[in-house]
């Protein structure tokens, strides 16, 4: 299958800002432009790298006091007053305490009560186990935490904050991460449904399709830092999901040519020919242009290209922005799983990802569907085109008849990843493989579970098996990833395998509800309760698409799932503090 492989010339190149694909990526030209100072230039540089915020994520959250020209002028001064010499500690705190406010201090991001949530919500009687019963009260409560709406402020004063403005409000993941994300909302949405909140739901989609209306494009989140980076593309989904759930066909008809320049976006941007055995298809990788470190990440892309020529610098910044596209930032799906390899070695544009693949070919087919019932014949017939050849591309480039799996593909050599990742599970989900083969795919699975002893991971699926430090390998195991394989193994007539994936993880985010009181980001799925570690953050609790999975899992087998007995709960609790490599050998 290797032998044959092409990669078609100029792939390396960047192409593709979400304003105009042809255009080299830049932040903005104007000097007074908020951009200037928040995402790129000296000032920037100057505040995160002198480690007065140990996440450089709140500085460029912070809103604006004064003005950018009162901000540029007064930075002018410290510039010519120290020169070269790194501006002292004391000078970067008086200068940001006049000019900046950090946002928990101001309105542009007030707290929200969604207008349709119950204390009662009909789930909570369909629930049949008692425990289960009262945990899914605790967490329909979340949603009041989790609320926000944005002032009207952020639209009309120009220039005050990085929010990029959304009419409606919306739910966020928590923690650190105070504003809409893009793929995180379908996992939100799905507990919003399972709780009885059309109207939040809707206001959250037609927050999104006001987005794709305005920028052209989804970010990855609501920041203009997140400008030149997608998300996995999730939206049509969303709003599929939201029509089975309520029949209101008409937010497809009203939006239904919004809702395919995502399309256009990700074919015009992210798509790439490759030739496999002297067969040459379309595919998409995650793709982005990055004209430097991350506003949010700073220091640590700084430090990560710090020692590269400057071409190589971008070619990291790119591979890093894309891995962020990806949602799995960061993983060794990127760099690949070998003693010695890190982030720095991440050449994630260069890949074919299987997850990314399979969402485009569920989007073709969405779009096939909602383009028959609106009677609208060229693009039944485009859309039914598309969707049959981007699904015998996942086959023929991606599908490994050796292994009985899905592989990303390297396109440097050509190769197949051939570590676990659940991501590749993925076509499972989309249903991306052709119905004549669903028995013969539901056996490779089971060998393929069962090889890897996937069964005895009581936290969830493990992301990867690969030790590498990113919050995305081994041993950590995310909500969404476990929607995605259990709904996955259903699919393909596997039903106590997407049981078991359903009930292990809501047992376990119980136990560590119990335990801490909280519900986090991500989870180690060895030891059920306890959250997940590593990357370059903190460990976040809140958590948006952990909340939404669970009521899912909840909707789908509300009087079969039960917590573990209590004796199998009462599993020593470590230190959530990450593990030496010598104790992660111990535990496995
Ligand atoms: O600030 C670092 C990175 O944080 C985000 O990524 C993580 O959180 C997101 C929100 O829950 C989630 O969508 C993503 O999958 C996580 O890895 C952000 O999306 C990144 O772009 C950002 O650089």
Not at 90 to 113: A, N, P, R
Not at 217 to 226: A, D, E, K, L, Q
Not at 296 to 324: G, M, P, V
């Amino acid at each position: 299958m290797l032998k044959g492989f092409h990669r078609i010339p100029g792939l390396r190149k960047c192409h593709s800002t979400p304003f105009n694909p042809r255009s080299p990526c830049k932040w903005a030209s104007d000097p007074n432009d908020i951009r200037n100072i928040l995402c790129d230039g000296p000032i920037l540089h100057a505040v995160q790298m002198s480690n007065v915020f140990p996440d450089c994520k709140t500085f460029v959250d912070m809103n604006v006091k004064t003005s950018i020209p009162a901000i540029n002028g007064a930075w002018k001064t410290i510039a010519a007053q120290y020169g070269k010499q790194p501006v002292p500690m004391t000078t970067i705190l008086k200068f940001l305490e006049d000019h900046f406010e950090t946002v928990e201090g101001d309105s542009q991001l007030e707290k929200w009560v969604p207008t349709d949530w119950t204390p009662n919500p009909k789930i909570l009687d369909k629930v049949e186990d008692s425990e289960y019963k009262y945990f899914a009260k605790e967490l329909n409560n979340l949603w009041l935490k989790l609320g926000r709406k944005m002032n009207a402020k952020v639209e009309t004063e120009k220039n005050k904050t990085t929010l990029l403005y959304v009419p409606n409000g919306f739910i966020i993941p928590g923690g650190r991460f105070r504003e809409l994300y893009y793929w995180d909302t379908y996992f939100i949405l799905l507990g919003l449904f399972a709780c009885d909140m059309f109207q939040t739901a809707k206001g959250i989609i037609e927050n999104m399709i006001y987005l794709l209306k305005n920028h052209g494009s989804m970010f990855n989140g609501t920041r203009i830092y997140y400008q030149f980076r997608s998300q996995p593309p999730l939206l049509l989904k969303m709003v599929d999901e939201y029509v089975d759930a309520t029949q209101d066909f008409s937010m497809v008809e009203k939006n239904f040519r919004v809702l395919e320049r995502e399309m256009i976006f990700w074919e015009s941007t992210r798509k790439i020919k490759v030739t496999v055995d002297g067969k040459t298809h379309d595919v998409f990788r995650y793709n982005c242009c990055m004209p430097g470190p991350r506003p949010e990440s700073y220091r640590e892309d700084y430090s990560t290209a710090e020692k590269s020529s400057n071409e190589q610098k971008l070619y990291k910044y790119q591979a890093i922005a894309s891995a962020c596209e990806s949602g799995w930032d960061f993983s060794s799906r990127w760099f690949k799983c070998k003693k010695g390899n890190t982030i720095k070695d991440m050449h994630t544009h260069e890949i074919i990802p299987v997850d990314l693949n399979a969402f485009m070919h569920m989007n073709y087919e969405i779009l096939k569907k909602w383009s028959t019932r609106l009677k609208l014949e060229n693009e039944t017939r485009k859309y039914t085109e598309l969707s049959d050849k981007i699904k015998e591309a996942i086959r023929d480039v991606l599908w490994d008849e050796l292994d009985g799996i899905w592989y990303d593909r390297d396109t440097r050599d050509g190769s197949l990843n051939k570590e676990y990742a659940t991501s590749n599970f993925t076509p499972l989900w989309t249903r991306s493989f052709n119905d004549k083969a669903k028995v013969e795919i539901a056996e490779r699975m089971l060998e393929y579970y069962s090889k890897y002893n996937l069964w005895k991971y009581k936290g969830g699926l493990p992301t990867t098996m690969c030790f590498s430090g990113e919050q995305w390998d081994w041993p950590n195991s995310w909500a969404p990833l476990q929607l995605i394989a259990s709904q996955g193994f259903r699919n393909v007539g596997l039903p106590v395998l997407g049981y078991k994936t359903a009930s292990n993880w809501v047992n376990n985010n119980y136990t560590g509800y119990l335990k801490h009181n909280v519900i986090f980001e991500k989870y180690d799925c060895r030891r059920p309760g306890m959250t997940g570690f590593g990357g370059e953050y903190e460990e976040q609790v809140g958590f948006g698409w952990s909340n939404g999975v669970l009521f899912q899992f909840m909707q789908e087998y509300p009087d079969r799932l039960k917590p573990s007995v209590p004796e199998e709960r009462k599993i020593p609790f470590l230190s959530t503090k990450s593990l030496s490599e010598e104790e992660e050998n111990s535990l496995t």
